[in-house]
């Protein structure tokens, strides 16, 4: 069953490369290419059409996502897997502490953040479905799961509920996530719900923590959320621009860079 999850998550992966790189392609153009059946494709693209990554009509499939919408949550797990690895577990080396009351955002790089969290005591908030059941295994953590509308394609609660909920916390560090941050204008996420939640989340919190793969600076998405200026440090790796480090700096934002290319020449040798 594992195997078989694996297998699909790379199909999806690739797919959504070959038709970025690409207006479009047929579905055959595609089993021949992925050497799968036209069936196993049809399945791939049904499930990439309801994450509203790809358009599908007429034998034909084209990418859709743009800027607009985020890939599914799975799919992201797997993209820069290296880097947010490597900024999960510095982040955590570098600003958690015993009792910290810490607010966790969704997302594949906040799990990562959940994942290398020390073993000592900490009370834990999130509305991330994925970092819950990562903080659940260790008793050490108080876990507070913000409860609301369970959307399945991010795994995270969203809703007026999560936000009520809040409004009665006080946060004293938050590991925020984003879709996209652009300079000057600030980071964006690709629903509205999921930025009401981030916005409330940084209300919340005394130090806002950023944890994103340097991928993501340069991209917009639907809704703004935060600016520049709400951000105290970011963590990302070393693919960052000296010019985008400088910018950012510039907005009193502490940039932590995360060496990570040696890792993933690691990872390829060890492989």
């Not at 579905?27 to 693209?45: G, K, Q, Y």
């Not at 790796?237 to 995360?258: C, P, Y």
């Amino acid at each position: 069953m594992g195997t078989r999850h694996s297998s699909a998550v790379e199909r999806h992966k690739q797919l959504v490369t070959l038709l970025k790189a690409n207006k479009s392609c047929s579905i055959s153009e595609m089993s021949r290419i992925l050497n799968v059946t036209p069936m196993t494709i049809r399945r791939d693209l049904r499930f990439l059409a309801e994450e509203q990554i790809v358009q599908v009509e007429h034998g034909f499939a084209r990418f859709t996502a743009s800027t607009q919408i985020e890939p599914n949550f799975d799919i992201r797990m797997h993209e820069h897997f290296v880097e947010k690895q490597a900024i999960g577990r510095h982040a955590t080396e570098l600003f958690v502490e015993e009792g910290d009351v810490i607010g966790i955002d969704s997302g594949s790089t906040a799990t990562e953040v959940a994942a290398n969290l020390p073993a000592i005591r900490l009370t834990i908030v999130t509305h991330s479905l994925a970092v819950a059941n990562v903080v659940a295994k260790n008793d050490l953590y108080q876990l507070i799961v913000l409860g609301g509308t369970l959307h399945r394609g991010s795994q995270c609660f969203y809703g007026l509920q999560v936000i009520t909920e809040l409004h009665n916390l006080h946060l004293n560090k938050l590991f925020l996530a984003t879709s996209g941050l652009l300079i000057p204008e600030g980071l964006s996420s690709s629903d509205l719900p999921d930025a009401e939640v981030k916005q409330a989340l940084i209300g919340s919190s005394r130090q806002v923590i950023l944890c994103m793969d340097s991928s993501k600076i340069g991209q917009a998405f639907l809704a703004r959320f935060a600016s520049l200026d709400n951000i105290h440090a970011l963590v990302t790796d070393d693919g960052i621009s000296l010019t985008d480090r400088e910018a950012l700096q510039q907005h009193n934002m502490q940039v932590i860079v995360t060496p990570t290319r040696v890792a993933q020449v690691a990872s390829m040798g060890s492989g």
